[in-house]
C-alpha cells in the first residue's frame, strides 16, 4: 500500500515563503511524474506544478517565477518551494504521484495525498 504524505503549510503574510514537502511511503517500485496541485473554497482543483521523473518541469501561469517544484528520486519526495505568496495562492494543496507498485503492473496508478492548507492572509 502507497501513502503520500505533505507537510509545510500554515498561515503566511502576503509577500512571504513556504515550503512544502511529499513523501511517498510503501509498497513502491516506480515513480513516474509527481505534481502539486491545489483547490480553493469553491472552485476546482487545479495543477500548480509538475515534475517528471527525469526532471522536467511545468508551472501553472499564476505561480510561474515565483514557485519552484523538485523532487528527490532516490528518496521519492518532492517539494514545492512558494515565494512571494499572493492571498489568491490560499488553497489546500495536494501532493500527486503515478506509481506502481511492482514493476509488472502495465500501468501505473494515481496516487494523492490528504491535503496541507495554506493561507496567505495579512
Known amino acids: 500500500q502507497v501513502q503520500l504524505v505533505e507537510s509545510g503549510g500554515g498561515l503566511v503574510q502576503p509577500g512571504e515563503s513556504l515550503r512544502l514537502s511529499c513523501a511517498a511511503s510503501?509498497?513502491?517500485?516506480?515513480?513516474?511524474?509527481m505534481g502539486w496541485y491545489r483547490q480553493a473554497p469553491g472552485k476546482e482543483r487545479e495543477l500548480v506544478a509538475g515534475?517528471?521523473?527525469?526532471?522536467?518541469?511545468n508551472y501553472a501561469d499564476s505561480v510561474k517565477g515565483r514557485f519552484t517544484i523538485s523532487r528527490d528520486n532516490a528518496k521519492n519526495t518532492m517539494l514545492l518551494q512558494m515565494n512571494s505568496l499572493k492571498p489568491e495562492d490560499t488553497a489546500v494543496y495536494y501532493c500527486?504521484?503515478?506509481?506502481?507498485?511492482?514493476?509488472?503492473?502495465?500501468?501505473?496508478?494515481?496516487?494523492w495525498g490528504q491535503g496541507t492548507q495554506v493561507t496567505v492572509s495579512s
Open positions: 500527486n504521484a503515478d506509481i506502481k507498485e511492482s514493476v509488472w503492473w502495465p500501468k501505473y496508478r494515481h496516487y
Open positions: 510503501g509498497s513502491i517500485a516506480v515513480v513516474d511524474a
Open positions: 515534475i517528471t521523473s527525469g526532471g522536467f518541469t
